[in-house]
């Protein structure tokens, strides 16, 4: 079974470009516009690794990690952070990455299949 | 007594005999005639002598120290390089705010030199200030330009992030000869592309001379119609925008369009600067406007984000973009700057890193030109 990657961006496009390329890659994924319906989709699709970015609204990317970690059943997640914003990443603590927009998606991929697989 | 300054205590009689001699007075039209201020201080930073341009900014220093014949306040200053002088006797400079007695503010550069004796013994300490309020100034319009720069770098990291994607998103639509995928990525790539000709444009409007189009209006209009313009975008990310209008604002000769544009820059940055400040959860941007002297008028966009690092070289050329999503261009002060320089009015600000940013525009008064 592929594995699922969730995207939280609140740029639309950003979205639609993670998405389109992780699952040409093999990956599922799905995906969430800011972090409130990011927990949201957690919850439904229990992704195996989360790409977030920092910077949104109503609920910054900061907040839905705090909750991340606090729950118990999802605080192993895998998170790739990324940013608009260098060094804001320290926001977060352990993310497995940071990637800074623009980013590089070959990296991107391989930090990806290092950390959950094909 | 060594040399023609008194060294210690108050301007006393013998002193004075010194001042009376025709040769000192001589030194002294010269000291009174340099154009900075110069003091000669005691250990405990009685001011024992002050030259003419000092006498004449911040009055008479009989019976004042340092820092209360400068309008510091009424305890020394931290780090007082005429301290520092008296320990070791090397020279020292800091810059500091000084208010002259009219109580206008300005910033100096104060150097702190020892003067001896024959046996090299230190008798008092000579400071000098320099007026460099104007070097200041260019120097926040540098940090703007830098802003502005930087601002501008980002805005093109994301449209390239954009167009990247746009292509990415095209090729794969072809490949799978999905014309939904196609268009979807085509569209993202025409608004990115949108994306650079407003960055051109703004670019072409800085570079460009232009009379404004001088109007009588009222300020506090323009101030609600931004407002109006903003405010639901600024709930969506949870700012909350305020108003603080002074009525005796009602009427100036400014261009209209010129300080609708001003303002939209303002806010715009006031509320990036709170976008992407993380720590604090309320944020507000306030819009105040109140008459100036001559009758100017003064717009201030305050705002409690990140505010702009002290380290002009470091962290502030990263701070600093127009947040992404937005239409913005990382242009908005430059042509803000320029809007101020038509109006030969000016735009300031002040900063507390991680407690916010307050800008200040001064438009002066003007006449209608002849129609």
């Keep these: 079974m592929p594995k699922k990657v969730l995207v939280i961006d609140d740029e639309p496009h950003v979205v639609k470009y993670l998405t389109v390329f992780l699952q040409d890659c093999g990956y599922e994924t799905c995906s969430a516009g800011d972090g409130e319906a990011g927990f949201e989709v957690l919850k439904k699709e229990n992704p195996d690794l989360i790409t977030l970015d920092l910077q949104m609204p109503n609920e910054t990317g900061t907040r839905f990690y705090r909750n991340l970690i606090k729950t118990k059943d999802y605080k192993d997640v895998p998170v790739i952070v990324i940013s608009g914003i260098p060094g804001r990443h320290l926001a977060v603590s352990k993310p497995v990455a940071v990637f800074e927009k623009p980013i590089d998606r070959e990296a991107l991929l391989d930090t990806i299949r290092k950390t959950i697989g094909e | 007594m060594s040399g023609p300054f008194p060294s210690q205590g108050r301007l006393r009689s013998e002193d004075r005999g010194i001042m009376n001699d025709p040769r000192s007075d001589e030194y002294g039209k010269i000291l009174d005639a340099l154009p900075c201020y110069v003091t000669l201080q005691d250990r405990e930073l009685n001011v024992l002598w002050s030259n003419g341009s000092c006498r004449r900014d911040f ?21 007082c390089p005429v301290q520092q ?52 100034d260019i120097q926040k319009q540098l940090i703007l330009l830098g802003q502005t720069v930087a601002g501008m770098a980002h805005s093109i990291k994301n449209i390239m992030m954009g167009l990247e994607g746009g292509i990415y998103v095209v090729n794969k639509g072809i490949e799978d000869k999905k014309p939904d995928e196609i268009k979807e990525g085509w569209e993202m790539v025409l608004l990115n592309f949108d994306k650079i000709s407003h960055i051109v444009k703004d670019i072409l409007y800085c570079s460009k001379e232009r009379e404004p189009d001088l109007q009588n209006i009222k300020p506090n209009e323009i101030v609600r119609q931004v407002y109006k313009l903003f405010k639901d975008v600024a709930a969506s990310y949870g700012i909350s925008i305020k108003l603080d209008l002074d009525d005796n604002v009602n009427s100036a000769v400014i261009d209209p369009q010129g300080l609708h544009t001003v303002l939209s820059n303002l806010v715009t940055n006031a509320m990036d600067a709170c976008k992407i400040d993380l720590w604090k959860d309320e944020h507000l941007v306030e819009i105040r406007t109140r008459p100036g002297s001559n009758s100017a008028t003064i717009i201030e966009v305050a705002d409690n984000g990140i505010g702009i690092d002290k380290d002009l070289s470091g962290h502030m050329f990263e701070d600093f973009f127009t947040s992404k999503g937005d239409k913005g261009t990382g242009l908005g002060l430059m042509v803000t700057q320029k809007i101020m320089r038509e109006h030969d009015g000016s735009i300031t600000f002040r900063s507390r890193p991680s407690e916010g940013t307050t800008f200040v525009a001064t438009f002066p008064r003007k006449e209608l030109p002849e129609a």
């Design chain 2, 59 to 79: 009055g008479d220093p009989a019976g004042k120290r340092c820092h209360e014949l400068y309008g510091i306040g009424t305890s020394r200053c931290p780090d």
């Design chain 2, 85 to 136: 002088t008296f320990a070791d006797g090397l020279v020292y400079n800091r810059e500091m705010t000084l208010t002259t007695r009219d109580g206008q503010r300005m910033t100096v550069i104060v150097h702190s030199s020892p003067v001896r004796d024959e046996n090299g013994q230190i008798l008092s300490v000579l400071e000098t200030a320099v007026n460099i309020t104007s070097i200041k």
